[in-house]
């Protein structure tokens, strides 16, 4: 797989939005919306709840063919660039008003990590 240069690429990309991944930071996600954003429990379910719909969306439009599409690298870039963008946007929200930038933030999040998974593993 090292010697391979779109193997190490995959795989080095993989590891990376893997660190960085919000599936992986919700838990101090929820730290911070209690503590600095004083949010109820009920509030934080309700925004995962909203946010969650991008898993269903990207896992329809990764199945659909966006590798088809867009072709296989071009997928794998769009993908990870769209769940960056969402992850700056949950880091970056404003304290007042935060929640559609959270939500937002969330499911751009959501809707690119299974098109990205599913075109790498194709």
Same mark, same amino acid.
Request: aromatic content about 10%; hydrophobic content about 45%.
């Given at each position: 797989?090292?010697?391979?240069?779109?193997?190490?690429?995959?795989?080095?990309?993989?590891?990376?939005?893997?660190?960085?991944?919000?599936?992986?930071?919700?838990?101090?996600?929820?730290?911070?919306? @209690?503590?600095? *954003?004083?949010?109820?429990? #009920?509030?934080?379910?309700?925004? %995962?709840?909203?946010?969650?719909?991008? &898993? +269903?969306?990207?896992?329809?439009?990764?199945?659909?063919?966006?590798?088809?599409?867009?072709?296989?690298?071009?997928?794998?870039? @769009?993908?990870? *660039?769209?769940?960056?963008? #969402?992850?700056?946007?949950?880091? %970056?929200?404003?304290?007042?008003?935060? &929640? +559609?930038?959270?939500?937002?933030?969330?499911?751009?999040?959501?809707?690119?990590?299974?098109?990205?998974?599913?075109?790498?593993?194709?």
């Amino acid at each position: 797989m090292l010697g391979h240069p779109a193997l190490r690429a995959i795989a080095g990309c993989t590891a990376t939005s893997n660190y960085f991944s919000p599936r992986c930071c919700r838990p101090c996600c929820s730290c911070t919306l @209690v503590r600095r *954003l004083h949010w109820s429990a #009920g509030l934080i379910g309700v925004m %995962f709840m909203i946010a969650n719909v991008g &898993f +269903p969306r990207g896992r329809a439009g990764g199945r659909a063919g966006c590798s088809v599409r867009l072709r296989l690298g071009r997928t794998i870039w @769009v993908s990870i *660039l769209v769940s960056a963008i #969402g992850t700056a946007v949950i880091g %970056f929200s404003p304290r007042t008003h935060a &929640f +559609p930038f959270i939500v937002g933030g969330f499911v751009l999040a959501s809707f690119g990590g299974p098109i990205y998974n599913i075109a790498q593993v194709t």
